[in-house]
């Protein structure tokens, strides 16, 4: 398959489709049921919609960019990756797809946020603080944080996240727990941070999943990606309002220029549009890897 052809879906025989989300298709594997398969589709969404419309190589650079952040990290956190083999499977899951181990999930996203902006700077906005922790007064949007901080939220199956206190946190998963992950957020955010800045990317904020294998604590799903994490050019960043970013923006931008009223069926995207959004994907991964996204990645 080309690689500019996107992948909007997938069926794979022999496997059993777990479920399909707003990017990823996620199998169970009959024969060995402590293993998941994990295909990142093209598929982009919206204001909360899948889009009728893919973006060439998202899936590509999403699962390249989680297998060097799992490399990167791994003298600090586990995660569940297991083979990135698709022998014998479509040659369209190829550089997108990653075999890992079954987890036990915890019900909550961890993020840790540097700088204010998105929701964080909706709610500090109205309240002066995020996910009830208090911060300076006279912020303004896109500022840095005087550290960074964690802002967990719950899990949401369709629509936003919701964001949450530290405390609630605890009612879901305990203290124990919430402190580690709380703890191990801010360490993972810190050093991804720390390398992405010389080589020209802010990392503003990021949200991470872990579970349980075997009673230890694993780094899980998507990683550090443009769809987990908002990257900023460190050469146009300036305080007191948005960023251009490595992200959806040019989606976003083009849905509001045409004043969708938000509602399905979501409409789709002009080729020009999807193009310069799957460029920006693939600078992200180009700007933190060192490499381009091409097939002796794929």
Same mark, same amino acid.
């Given at each position: ?174 203290? *124990? ?7 191990? #957020? &801010? ?6 941070? =720390?390398? %992405? @800045? ?10 991470? *999943? ?7 604590? #694993? &780094? ?6 443009? =769809?987990? %994490? @908002? ?68």
């Amino acid at each position: 398959m080309s690689l500019q052809t996107p992948v909007l879906e997938t069926n794979v025989s022999g496997l059993k489709l777990r479920g399909r989300g707003k990017v990823r298709d996620i199998y169970e594997d009959p024969q060995h049921p402590e293993r998941l398969l994990i295909v990142a589709t093209d598929r982009i969404s919206a204001f909360d919609y899948i889009l009728a419309t893919g973006i060439p190589d998202k899936g590509r650079v999403l699962t390249q960019m989680s297998l060097f952040w799992f490399d990167f990290l791994r003298d600090t956190v586990p995660n569940h990756l297991l083979s990135t083999d698709m022998t014998g499977l479509p040659t369209e899951l190829e550089g997108r797809s990653m075999w890992v181990k079954r987890a036990k999930m915890f019900d909550v996203e961890c993020v840790a946020r540097g700088y204010l902006s998105g929701s964080g700077w909706k709610e500090y906005q109205q309240t002066g603080a995020v996910c009830g922790i208090a911060l300076p007064p006279g912020l303004r949007e896109s500022d840095a944080l005087p550290e960074p901080i964690f802002t967990p939220a719950t899990k949401a199956q369709t629509g936003h996240d919701e964001n949450i206190s530290f405390e609630r946190m605890v009612s879901i998963v305990g203290q *124990e727990l919430s402190v580690q992950l709380r703890d191990l #957020t &801010l360490k993972i955010y810190q050093q991804a941070a =720390d390398y %992405s @800045r010389p080589r020209g990317i802010i990392l503003a904020d990021t949200k991470f *999943e872990f579970g349980m294998i075997d009673g230890v604590m #694993t &780094l899980a799903d998507e990683v550090l990606t443009p =769809d987990s %994490s @908002r990257f900023w050019p460190v050469e146009t960043y300036k305080a007191g309002g948005p960023q251009p970013s490595y992200d959806k923006q040019y989606v976003r931008d083009y849905l509001e220029s045409i004043h969708w009223n938000k509602q399905p069926p979501a409409p789709a995207l002009p080729e020009e549009v999807a193009r310069r959004t799957g460029e920006k994907y693939k600078d992200a991964y180009r700007a933190l890897t060192g490499r381009a996204l091409n097939s002796a990645t794929a």
